[in-house]
Every structure is written in structure tokens, then in C-alpha cells.
């Protein structure tokens, strides 16, 4: 047997409406279609790219895409090597929003019911599974990324993959250090659009890759980097 | 060099709301929210659940789900292969249209972009490019998955993923059929839940393969699939 796997979408652009431009008109008529009130909603360059441009949020260019981190868990989730519990997976926001899913979660496809999720994990911190109130997503505020690291996930090797990194391959990457059954590997992409990780965060990583010559979005690097682990546990 | 590669996204749950259900309190608000005709918007079982159960729509557990198609099309479009016009991507819906995408195509990821894409899709059959007026994305009526393969895409080799193929793996499929340069193969993966494809549909397969133990979703398979082809024609 190999050894233990963990991913991390790190900076994930994950939160909800920020306070200073919660009174544009593009947040107040998006929240009045969900019916939700306007602090509540996440934060979505999709409906509200004016405000945000107009606002200057900072590091906005890194920030309000629920759609990215939607479609990076989807890519995660629907793997044999999560449904065989063989990887944990952590979200760790822009905004050091932690967070955990249980065994076995379905990340509902359709993004309108991840959207809802999200906005009750947001507020409520905890999602619970309505018949036997096991926790299926949790959330906790005020946890870095490298107090994530060191203090929940504790791995024998902190992996990051980014376009700056070592020129490699999925392939390589995975079977060079994921062979010993002492390893905890964690990987760790990025939840934001382009450019790259924080010098705070990649200056935690033991090994940065980059996998393949092209830039490749979140899900992708995603779906190659567990598709090699399976095949070094020999799923098939 | 390897054989050519098309994509097949058969038998998609993706169409707009039937007449039958349009005056369902589901649908209306839906349209309603979305400013639009109730008979112009995706159909959506996220959405219209009840008027699709209480209607008693045929085949109905195969059809409303756009969101599949999105994350399908989001796997596919987001590979380099795709990204460096390797591989030719068709949709044929459950209604018999076939959906043609330009090279460099850019799907979005948020889905209140790509629901807003498609309903222009179904309503106008063409999305240009409004700089240059290049055609984006066309869709034909009354084209059967028959039509297309036999006339539009004629491949060498038909090559069918379904649960209940031969026991294989997307290493093996790939590096079996793809090696010539003669060959064109076209890989065929369904775009609905769950279930198999129609017998009008996999009778036509020269070819039948699961890959892998596991029951896997539209967009691993695509994932996988696309990945090893990858490999194969020496990407890295």
C-alpha cells in the first residue's frame, strides 16, 4: 500500500459579499433574486463584476469564484480514490476560512444547490445530514493556510503545484512521492483564477511542480494528480 | 503522430422546457427570475423537479440535467488537447440536435453564464463571436447520433464507454485504438445520470469499454479519456 493522501484548494475565491459594496445594485438585486439578505450571498464576479471593479475590492482579481471551486470539489469528489475514502479534502479561503468535508459527501452538480450549500455553511458554519445529523461540511473562521498545514492536516510532504514549479508530469510527481507507506502526501492548487499562490503560502510547500508545459485550470490538475494516485494504489 | 480524436457527448439531458410542463408554477417563476419566455429556458431538474414527476415526462430520468453537460463540456474544453485543436467536441441531445463548437472555444464555468449561452443557442441555432462574427457554437435540428456519426464525423472507429462494456482502463482503450495515424477514433460518452445508452444509440459502438471497477461520471471518463490521448500523442 502507498501512502496517505490529502488535497488542498488553497486561496480559495470563496466568501461572501463583503460589507463595502453590499449596496450596489448588483449584490441588493442578486440577493433579492435568491431571497436571501445581501451579506449572506457569495461573492460572484459573474453578477457582480461592476461592483467589484468599481469598489476596488482588494486582491479582487483573486477573488468571487464560487464557480472555480465548485467545478475544482466536483473534479475531487467524483473520483473512486474519494469515494473509497482514500483522500481528504480542505477548502482554505482568501478570507483563512477553513474548510472540511466528511466521508462520502455528493457535491451536488448543479450549481444553484451548491450555491444554497454554501450560503448555509457560510452562516450556519455547519452542514448536517438531515436523517442522522452526521456532519457532512464544517467551516471554521480565523485558520490559515499554514495553521491548516501544520496543526489539522500535518503531512509528511506539502506538494504544491503551479505553473512556477518544477517542469514534470502528473505522472511523475505522484509515483516519485507517493510510493512509501510512511508518506502523507498532501497536494495543494490553487482556488483563484491565474497568477499565483501567496509568497505566504508557497514558502510552506517541501516541492512545487509544475504538470505539463500548458497552464492548466484547478480541475484539471485535480483530476490527473488523483487519476495517478489511483493508479499507484492500483484501484483497477 | 497518432489518429485523430472526436468527443461525443450522446444522448444529453440538455433541452429547453417542454410545452407540456411550461405552465407549472416551477417553470414560470424560473423564467420569471431568469427575464424570459418560460419556453426559452433549460430544462433543469434542479429547478423543475415537480412538474417533471407530476407531468409524467417520458424517459424523464434521462432528461433536465444541463448541468451535467456543463461539466462535461467544462472537462473536455479545459484540456490542452482541446486547447491546442486536437480534438473535435459534438453534443447530440435526447431531442435529436447535434451541437457543433468552433476551435478555442472558451465555455464559461459559471453556470448563470453558460445557462444564459445555451438558451440564445436553442432560440437563435448560432452564437457568433461579436468581434469578428465567427461562428461559436451551432446547433441543427432533427440530427439523430446516427446522422452525425455516420455523415458528419464518420470515424474509423466508434468507440462507446459504458458501464457495461468490456472491463478495460483509459490507458488501455486509448493506447489500443489510437496508435495509428489512419486511425479516427470517436469516443462516446453519455451525457445523462445514470443508466445506459439507448440501444439505437450502442448498437451502432464498434466498440463497448468501462473503464475501470467504478461507476464514473460523464466528465471523469472525459477527464481520463482525454488525459491518456494526451499522453499518446507525447504532449509533455
Known sequence: MAGAISLVIAEAALETVPESIVTHPSVRNHASNLGRNPLEIMLDRSYHHAAME?????????????????VALIAAMSTPL??????????????????????????????????GLMMDLFREKVIRNSQNNATLIQ??????????????????????????????????????????????CAFVIGGFPRGHFSQEISSLFDYSYSIGKFSLESHVVIARILYECEKTYSLY
Open 54 to 70: 468599481r469598489l476596488g475590492l482588494k486582491s479582487g482579481w483573486k477573488r468571487g469564484r464560487p464557480d472555480i471551486i465548485h
Open 82 to 115: 474519494f469515494l473509497k475514502n482514500l483522500v481528504r479534502i480542505y477548502v482554505s479561503t482568501v478570507k483563512d476560512k477553513a474548510i472540511f468535508f466528511g466521508e462520502n459527501l455528493r457535491i451536488p452538480k448543479s450549481y444553484f444547490r451548491f450555491e
Open 139 to 184: 467551516l471554521q473562521d480565523n485558520v490559515t493556510f499554514g495553521y491548516l498545514v501544520k496543526n489539522v492536516i500535518k503531512p509528511t510532504k506539502l506538494i504544491g503545484l503551479t505553473k512556477i514549479g518544477i517542469q514534470s508530469t502528473a505522472e511523475k510527481v505522484v509515483s516519485s512521492h507517493l510510493s512509501k507507506n510512511s508518506d502523507h
